[in-house]
């Protein structure tokens, strides 16, 4: 796992650091479409990504749900270390995309690595950063783009993600993340198989050319 690290978060974290994520984090190897974390529990850790990618999602009142982001190798939650910091509940629902390697750290040495590393404290901040940028292109997508190219937009990061221009996801699934009805994601994947964007099968969904 030490390899792991060094080369993931070797340009972040000083070598002591690294050193007390090996004694204190919990390495874990988790396959394609576990939930990770879910809304309503409280966080105990707080995941490193070493490989694979992880889902955030958001869920209404009514118990539908709108994909927020991913997260891909060498990022961690930013909504996961503001529960952390708060002792609040989570409000989010994280799920491995693909099968996903990370290193669970103990809360209780966030508040101590922020005092005693700086490349701790600037992987935070940045992570913060990049999760708001992703936040403000998701509620961009929404207000002002049509659900046609908020579906193109899902099916690249898809393919980007998992590096796989296979989708394996139904359309049901599609529709829960962008926070809309099957029959209205079966009739835009129809529209792109007419254009060529893509061809759809049984069982997937084969994409050529967004």
Request: aromatic letters at 8%; charged letters at 30%.
């Amino acid at each position: 796992m030490k390899e792991e690290l060094v080369a993931t978060f070797g340009n972040y974290f000083e070598q002591p650091l690294i050193d007390e994520i090996l004694e204190t984090g919990k390495l874990m190897e988790v396959p394609a479409g576990e939930t990770l974390m879910d809304i309503g529990q409280y966080i105990r850790s707080m995941p490193l990504l070493l490989s694979g990618a992880i889902k955030v999602l958001r869920e209404d009142e009514e118990g539908d749900e709108l994909l927020l982001y991913y997260l891909e190798q060498g990022e961690t939650c930013s909504v996961t270390m503001a529960c952390c910091m708060g002792h609040t509940k989570s409000e989010i629902r994280a799920l491995t995309e693909t099968d996903t390697r990370l290193v669970m750290v103990p809360v209780q040495k966030m508040e101590e690595w922020m005092a005693n590393y700086k490349g701790w404290r600037n992987y935070v901040f940045d992570s913060y950063q990049n999760r708001l940028n992703e936040l403000l292109q998701t509620v961009d997508s929404i207000a002002f783009k049509n659900l046609d190219q908020r579906l193109v937009d899902y099916l690249k990061k898809k393919v980007e993600v998992t590096n796989d221009n296979r989708i394996r996801n139904t359309h049901q699934e599609i529709a829960y993340d962008l926070h809309t009805s099957r029959v209205v994601i079966s009739r835009l994947l129809k529209k792109l198989e007419k254009m060529k964007k893509l061809v759809l099968h049984r069982n997937y969904i084969h994409v050529v050319d967004l």
